[in-house]
């Protein structure tokens, strides 16, 4: 699938969502506001658990079985007691466990070498939920995950185990096909269910009472959201587990003048870098491309008593705007036209030895602010890029009109992210 068609497919998606102007649901302002990963659907709708509204959980999910301790105690998932229906998880060999090491390319076009290394013994575990990326030719995912699954995981997750367990599902999510075909055969409640049951399975299983930080970004913002919703904030014992959750590339809404309603009842908006329990959410835009009124999907919710959360790692950690993005240099297949920068870090790579690890780095070259144009709350995205030197003055990511720099929102704020979940994960054990 080249980029024309893909790109046509998401705007199509886009065009068929609903307008979701209550501005209280994760739905709100981005179908004028959310991803069309999520084609238009609430992250909350329906209420309830998944199993019950229709989703095809008979086969795969065992019920929950009585006595024991703890939420969903005796839980024994059909599917997820399988290795490879899992992308990464910390006691298997797979994507996740391969080298992370980045080249930090300067301004003079010198690159040093920063290797990665996970934490030993990490206090908390991450349960991560990627985007839509698969490129499967049926409405919803098969449980092969390909290229496209792993190389996301990779990107938005892997390095978070510099203080994290990680665990993170198949599922069998929304296709990138079926949103160009606006096929009505594609099963949401299928996927949030593979969601939910991979969740449960690890709650009951392999979570033994730790803290867990939620992670998703795009249709994976979407699955947690509405997890959040149904399960953490109706069961204490979860909520108190909840270290935060980062929700990232949809729209997250909350009252003006305040930390908490709106999407979530109970759940605020982090307040700083030592909060816990609490929400992280932005979409991202250029500074020269701001979200406009008729196109942007991102960044409003559509009620004039809301705005779209906008916290980014950076200023809960008060450390000033700098990013700190993190980019791959091999990327597989169809993705590498959205993701691939010709050149990697350099504007002209000839006299330049060639970049040996599998991700590099341009310290300087981004930085980022929370901002309110109007109806939209996002982060501005701002280069800083000399045109005299080496390096390559943009970054992939863009996609179409109204997206932004949504497929790389958790890549230029990945250094800056794994700072945070050090800081979340410090506080949550110091409790």
Not at 76 to 96: A, F, G, H, L, Q
Not at 266 to 284: H, I, K, L, Q
């Given at each position: 699938?080249n ?67 703890g ?10 007691t ?57 409405p ?32 069998r ?28 399975h690890?709650?009951?299983?392999d ?49 003006e ?5 709106g ?57 000033g ?37 599998p ?9 980022g ?39 790389v ?23």
């Amino acid at each position: 699938m080249n980029r024309l068609v893909l790109t046509a497919a998401l705007l199509l998606a886009a065009a068929c969502g609903d307008d979701g102007n209550d501005g209280s649901t994760a739905n709100n302002g981005g179908n004028n506001g959310t991803d069309a990963a999520n084609n238009g659907t609430d992250a909350g709708n329906n209420g309830g658990d998944a199993g019950n509204n229709g989703a095809d959980t008979g086969d795969d999910a065992a019920p929950d079985t009585p006595g024991g301790d703890g939420p969903y105690a005796g839980y024994t998932s059909e599917n997820y007691t399988d290795p490879d229906k899992w992308v990464c998880r910390p006691d298997k060999d797979d994507i996740c466990d391969e080298s992370l090491d980045a080249t930090s390319v300067d301004t003079a076009g010198t690159g040093t070498n920063e290797p990665f290394m996970a934490a030993a013994e990490p206090g908390i575990d991450c349960f991560y939920v990627y985007p839509t990326v698969s490129l499967d030719g049926t409405p919803n995912s098969d449980w092969s995950a390909t290229s496209e699954e792993p190389f996301v995981t990779q990107n938005q997750a892997a390095r978070l185990q510099s203080f994290c367990r990680l665990y993170a599902p198949v599922y069998r999510q929304v296709t990138v096909t079926a949103l160009f075909g606006g096929d009505q055969n594609a099963d949401r409640e299928l996927a949030y269910a593979d969601a939910l049951d991979a969740f449960k399975h690890y709650i009951a299983n392999d979570n033994d009472g730790r803290g867990f930080l939620l992670i998703g970004h795009s249709q994976g913002t979407g699955v947690l959201t509405r997890l959040v919703q149904e399960e953490i904030q109706t069961q204490p014992e979860l909520a108190e587990r909840m270290v935060a959750a980062w929700l990232i590339g949809l729209t997250i809404a909350v009252p003006e003048g305040e930390s908490v309603g709106g999407t979530f009842s109970t759940v605020p908006v982090c307040a700083d870098a030592d909060s816990t329990g609490c929400v992280v959410s932005y979409a991202t835009y250029r500074a020269t491309e701001p979200p406009a009124q008729d196109t942007a999907l991102f960044g409003r919710t559509g009620n004039p008593q809301t705005h779209a959360v906008c916290v980014t790692p950076m200023e809960l950690l008060g450390e000033g705007p700098a990013l700190e993005g993190y980019f791959p240099v091999d990327v597989p297949g169809a993705l590498a036209a959205f993701f691939e920068s010709e050149g990697g870090p350099y504007a002209d790579p000839e006299g330049f030895d060639p970049i040996e690890t599998p991700f590099y780095r341009m310290p300087g070259l981004l930085e980022g602010r929370c901002k309110t144009d109007g109806p939209f709350t996002y982060m501005e995205a701002t280069l800083l890029a000399d045109p005299e030197d080496p390096r390559a003055d943009d970054i992939a990511g863009d996609l179409s009109p109204g997206w932004g720099l949504h497929l790389v929102d958790m890549n230029i704020a990945m250094g800056n992210l794994q700072r945070l979940g050090a800081r979340q994960a410090a506080a949550y054990l110091a409790r």
